[in-house]
Antibody, heavy 119, light 110 residues
């Protein structure tokens, strides 16, 4: 069974930093591209960033470029999101999401970790 | 303002059919695969449709979808109260070089 478990969320002040983690199990993590998708309270889904299976290619939304960095450790079956210079508008539930095997879409989602940016 | 346009809400009676549209452009829907997700209240999204019109195992055939040009549609037949949820379309955008979601459609089963 595919499982994605996010952690690392919490309350942080504007301008602060946070590192999210996603522990993957139930599939061969090193062969799948991975994504972060967020959802602000009461709002829709917003794609944040993607990384290919080997880490060769990274894509990020304009809203987080230069502030957020996606990374992965295939030996640890883990995905990360380093978030710097956080803003109030980054407040959201952050989901770890697997790409389909042929990279034609998304399939499995974790339960999310909540990030709140507030003073 | 989302790159992909969905109606904010739709509604229909139990047993009826509803269609949710997702409108984009040649840089996204027109040249890439579309997926659809269902998000029940307080839960993570669940994959309903992938590669425009394919259902993962376990998804009832009451859910179907299609794509034509720069638009995609999700059809739900035999509506049940348990179908009340938010529905999202998503695809890749070649110009933005990233994934784009529709704004989401709230389905109410009256």
């Amino acid at each position: 069974e595919v499982q994605l478990v996010e952690s690392g969320g919490g309350l942080v002040q504007p301008g602060g930093s946070l590192r999210l983690s996603c522990a993957a199990s139930g599939f061969t993590f090193s062969t799948f591209a991975m994504n972060w998708v967020r959802q602000a309270p009461g709002k829709g889904l917003e794609w944040v960033s993607s990384m290919t299976s080997s880490g060769d290619y990274i894509y990020s939304a304009e809203s987080v470029k230069g502030r957020f960095t996606i990374s992965r450790d295939n030996a640890k079956n883990s995905l990360y999101l380093q978030m710097n210079s956080l803003r109030a508008e980054d407040t959201a539930l952050y989901y770890c999401v697997r790409e389909t095997w042929n990279q034609r879409g998304l399939d499995y989602w974790g339960q999310g970790t909540l990030v709140t940016v507030s003073s | 303002q989302s790159v992909l346009t969905q109606p904010p809400s739709v509604s229909a009676a139990p047993g009826q059919k509803v269609t949710i549209s997702c409108s984009g452009s040649n840089s996204n829907i027109g040249n890439n695969y579309v997926s659809w997700f269902q998000q029940l209240p307080e839960t993570a999204p669940r994959l309903l449709i992938y590669e425009n019109d394919k259902r993962p195992s376990g998804i009832p055939d009451r859910f179907s979808a299609s794509k034509s040009g720069t638009s995609a549609t999700l059809d739900i037949t035999g509506l049940q109260t348990g179908d009340e949820a938010d529905y999202y379309c998503v695809t890749w955008d070649n110009s933005l070089r990233g994934k784009v979601f529709g704004g989401g459609t709230e389905l109410t089963v009256l």
